[in-house]
């Protein structure tokens, strides 16, 4: 069997650390593209020396050619403008509209059958222009948000209560900036509710700290965004859909009445497998919560509106 192709459509931070984890998880061959000339390259050589030594069979190669990403299973588009200090997701979106529909085309000619994972911010917004702009079935193009939120909610869940990350179980919903929801009633400690764990002056500083932790993190490194955990979620993404593994987790999805939202992409529960986007799950919320996930689609729907 050939094995399958994974395109990383911008080489920066995230795109060199995708092509990195895609080696080690063994998903396939990789190339990178971007529109600065020799930084794929050189990223992809640097990769392919270090494969020796963790033992990886994968072909890895840069390119500034579009053509290159022909006949990928899987891209993972990261180019755009990345956050500065002070700078907010919706700040991007006029920076950023161009250079997806630039990359839209580029992978509805060379790639019309991928499973598109956008991380590109605002990434709602983002998302929603991919797919319309490639005209892919929705199924087929889906947003990195939910599973890096619910990560870092986890994280910092984990560590106040210093326990092991695989005890937590935690969902956040909702549109990838300061409106996401941490969704504390579906929010566990080995099945236990957070509640019965933690008190709620406690919880309340964990979800404000999961809905700014990505400013946390472009403030602390000053020169750049998170780049590994964004990452890290992508090809957790990518693995379900390559593997078939149809796993459960936070994604924007395409939603069509699901929630109440209608023609939109917003953080959903979902599970991903041959199929793309194969299921959104729909879970009972509480009054608090449906509240929240409203508003955070009234934000999104502003963002989309700006395209």
């Known amino acids: 069997m050939s094995r399958k ?39 992809a050589l640097d990769i392919s020396h270090a494969a020796p030594i963790f033992g990886l069979d994968f072909s890895i190669s840069g390119t500034n050619d579009m053509a290159d990403i022909a006949g990928a299973d899987v891209c993972i588009v990261t180019s755009g403008f990345p956050r500065k200090p002070g700078m907010s997701r919706d700040d991007l979106v006029a920076k950023n509209a161009e250079i997806i529909r630039n990359v839209a085309a580029g992978i509805k000619e060379h790639a019309p059958d991928a499973f598109v994972i956008v991380i590109t911010n605002p990434l709602d917004a983002m998302v929603h222009l991919m797919q319309q702009e490639t005209e892919f079935s929705p199924n087929m193009v889906v947003g990195m948000a939910g599973v890096l939120d619910s990560a870092r909610y986890r994280s ?43 008190d709620e002056e406690t919880v309340e500083a964990i979800e ?89 689609v009234a934000a999104v729907k502003g963002l989309i509106e700006l395209l």
């Open 156 to 198: 910092f869940l984990a560590q106040e209560l210093g326990v092991s990350v695989n005890s937590v179980s935690a969902f956040v919903l909702g549109g990838h900036g300061d409106s996401m929801v941490p969704v504390r009633s579906y929010t566990t400690l080995g099945g236990i509710p957070v509640d019965l764990t933690l």
């Open 5 to 43: 192709k994974l395109a990383m459509i911008g080489a920066g931070n995230i795109g060199g650390t995708l092509a990195l984890f895609a080696g080690i998880r063994g998903l396939g061959d990789v190339v990178l593209f971007d529109i600065v000339e020799g930084m794929p390259q050189g990223k």
């Open 208 to 296: 404000s700290r999961t809905r700014n932790a990505g400013g946390e993190v472009v403030a602390l490194l000053k020169t750049g965004s998170a780049f590994v955990s964004p990452a890290a979620a992508a090809i957790k993404m990518a693995e379900s859909y390559l593997q078939d593994r149809k796993e459960l987790m936070a994604a924007a999805a395409f939603c069509q009445e699901e929630y109440g939202v209608k023609d939109m992409y917003i953080g959903v529960p979902v599970i991903i497998g041959a199929g793309g986007v194969e299921t959104i799950v729909e879970i009972d919320l509480n009054e608090d919560e449906k509240k929240q996930l409203d508003k955070s």
